[in-house]
């Protein structure tokens, strides 16, 4: 292929084939646990990394990634002290996010810098940050893959799996943080506004797809590979923003899915 020839879009395609990998992995808790609303605001929270690494001269992708964490931490504790009305936890820390990086963002000296992160640059990933994305995605799957059936479990009763002596507190401290890497990653690559998107979507498909939760997760992955490299062949050819493009096409995917589900019924 034509495009596959440029640097560039070798790297835009490997970083974009393992972001679609790991986000399902990530995504069909998160859906699970109803708390779809979290890409969002870690995405919001990583936004003020974004500024405050701008503003300090450091690595934005570094940032995003040390304020991601925080904010991670910051919804599980507050999960805990309200855990009748959890949901809470993610308006609360999503309005901090949202806060926090508009008053940075107004210290940032280079706007340009600071907006290519709301909608991702992913044709202009550097050699360093697609192997920081190869790093983070072979630990969030062999953390995911070693703990498939405690995740599982976690996932449909979290009082039932900790009455059954699963490490409930510990593994979701570690899924929080896995959690907070990918967005913080995937927010220079897809952008901070769409991550929460490739989070859901793809998993909103494999429901209307798949049997059982093994193939809600195998479904979500093969929708969200093709719709990325879909969405990048489109951006090279057309020159459609590919985070925009792959969101949009994997809303679309969710459409047909739905009518095929009910043609089926």
């Not at 769409?194 to 093994?214: D, K, N, T």
Request: with cysteine.
């Amino acid at each position: 292929m034509e495009l596959l020839q440029y640097t560039f879009m070798q790297r835009a395609f490997l970083s974009g084939i393992l972001l679609a990998v790991i986000t399902p992995f990530i995504g069909i808790t998160i859906v699970l646990k109803r708390m779809s609303m979290i890409g969002d605001a870690l995405s919001h929270a990583s936004l003020a990394g974004v500024a405050a690494g701008l503003i300090l001269g450091i690595n934005p992708v570094a940032g995003a990634g040390v304020v991601c964490v925080f904010a991670a931490l910051g919804i599980e504790k507050i999960r805990k002290k309200l855990p009748r009305y959890s949901e809470m936890a993610i308006a609360i820390i999503m309005s901090a996010g949202i806060g926090l990086a508009g008053v940075l963002s107004g210290y940032v000296k280079s706007s340009a810098n600071f907006n290519s992160f709301l909608f991702g640059s992913i044709v202009s990933v550097s050699r360093e940050e697609l192997l920081l994305i190869c790093l983070i995605s072979v630990i969030v799957f062999l953390v995911l893959a070693r703990f498939y059936r405690e995740f599982l479990y976690i996932a449909f009763d979290e009082n039932a799996a900790r009455i059954s002596g699963v490490p409930v507190q510990k593994l979701n401290f570690m899924f929080t943080l896995l959690t907070a890497l990918t967005v913080s990653v995937a927010s220079r690559t897809v952008g901070t506004l769409i991550i929460s998107s490739m989070l859901v979507v793809p998993i909103a498909c494999g429901m209307q797809l798949g049997r059982s939760y093994f193939h809600t997760l195998i479904w979500a992955i093969v929708i969200a590979v093709i719709t990325t490299v879909t969405g990048l062949t489109l951006s090279f050819y057309v020159g459609v923003k590919p985070g925009g493009a792959i969101v949009l096409l994997e809303v679309i995917c969710f459409l047909f899915s739905v009518l095929y589900r009910s043609i089926r019924k």
